[in-house]
C-alpha cells in the first residue's frame, strides 16, 4: 500500500497550491522509491514515457518558439506584410487560409496549422491590419472569425482523409449496427459537406468584406 504514497502527495501538492510539475516530480518519486526502485530507475523509467509519448510534447516545444518569436515582432511584421498589399481584405486573406486549412486537412496534415500556430501570431494580426479598423470590439471580432476559420477548415477538411480518427470512429459505430461501410465510402461523402462549410464560411466572409467597405 505504500506505493500509493504518492497519490497522497499528489494531492496534499495540489491543496497547498504548490508548483504542478513539482508535485507531480514528487509524487512520482514517492511512489517510486516506495515500490523498492532505485533512483536510476525512476529517473530511466521518466525518460522512457516522454520517449514513448514525445508526439504529445511536441506542442510544448513549439509554443515557446511562438512567443519567442511574438516577443520579437512577428505580429508587427505580419501586419506590415499585409497592409502593404494593394487589394488585401480580411475577408479574402480569411477565405484563402480557409481553403488552405481544407486542403491540408483533407490530406491528413491536421497540424500543419492551428489556433496556437499559426492563428494568434499570424493570420488574426493579418486579418486585423487588412481591415484597418482601430475599434477594439471589432477587432476581436475579427480575430474571433480568425478562429473560427480555422476551426471550420480542420472540422470539414480532416474527414477527408480516411485515416483520421473520426472516420475509424464513424466506421466502428456504423459495423455496431449492421451498416458495411468502408472509410473510402465515408471519406467520399464528406467531400459535399466540405463543399457546403467553404461555402456558407466564404458567405460569411464576404459579408463581412461587404460591411468593412460600407456598402
Given amino acids: 500500500?505504500?506505493?500509493?504514497?504518492?497519490?497522497?502527495?499528489?494531492?496534499?501538492?495540489?491543496?497547498?497550491?504548490?508548483?504542478?510539475?513539482?508535485?507531480?516530480?514528487?509524487?512520482?518519486?514517492?511512489?517510486?522509491?516506495?515500490?523498492?526502485?532505485?533512483?536510476?530507475?525512476?529517473?530511466?523509467?521518466?525518460?522512457?514515457?516522454?520517449?514513448?509519448?514525445?508526439?504529445?510534447?511536441?506542442?510544448?516545444?513549439?509554443?515557446?518558439?511562438?512567443?519567442?518569436?511574438?516577443?520579437?515582432?512577428?505580429q508587427e511584421r505580419a501586419k506590415a506584410l499585409i497592409s502593404g498589399l494593394k487589394g488585401a481584405t480580411t475577408g479574402r486573406l480569411l477565405l484563402g487560409y480557409l481553403l488552405f486549412r481544407q486542403l491540408t486537412s483533407a490530406l491528413g496534415l491536421t497540424s500543419i496549422a492551428g489556433p496556437a500556430q499559426t492563428?494568434?501570431?499570424?493570420?488574426?494580426?493579418?486579418?486585423?491590419?487588412?481591415?484597418?479598423?482601430?475599434?477594439?470590439?471589432?477587432?476581436?471580432?475579427?480575430?474571433?472569425?480568425s478562429a473560427a476559420t480555422d476551426n471550420?477548415?480542420?472540422?470539414?477538411?480532416?474527414?477527408?482523409?480516411?485515416?483520421?480518427?473520426?472516420?475509424?470512429l464513424m466506421k466502428g459505430f456504423m459495423d455496431q449496427q449492421g451498416i458495411q461501410l468502408s472509410p473510402f465510402d465515408l471519406s467520399v461523402w464528406a467531400i459535399p459537406t466540405a463543399i457546403f462549410a467553404f461555402a456558407i464560411h466564404g458567405f460569411r466572409l464576404w459579408r463581412l468584406d461587404r460591411k468593412e467597405a460600407g456598402q
Fill in 1 to 74: 500500500m505504500w506505493v500509493l504514497s504518492g497519490l497522497a502527495v499528489m494531492v496534499f501538492g495540489f491543496v497547498l497550491r504548490f508548483n504542478p510539475l513539482v508535485v507531480i516530480l514528487a509524487a512520482a518519486l514517492a511512489s517510486g522509491l516506495s515500490a523498492g526502485l532505485q533512483l536510476v530507475e525512476i529517473v530511466a523509467a521518466f525518460g522512457k514515457a516522454f520517449n514513448n509519448t514525445r508526439y504529445v510534447s511536441v506542442i510544448w516545444i513549439v509554443l515557446p518558439v511562438i512567443g519567442l518569436l511574438e516577443r520579437r515582432g512577428l
Fill in 119 to 145: 492563428v494568434r501570431p499570424l493570420v488574426a494580426p493579418m486579418a486585423v491590419a487588412a481591415s484597418g479598423s482601430d475599434d477594439p470590439a471589432e477587432q476581436n471580432r475579427i480575430k474571433a472569425l
Fill in 152 to 168: 471550420v477548415g480542420l472540422f470539414f477538411g480532416e474527414d477527408i482523409f480516411i485515416a483520421i480518427g473520426s472516420i475509424l
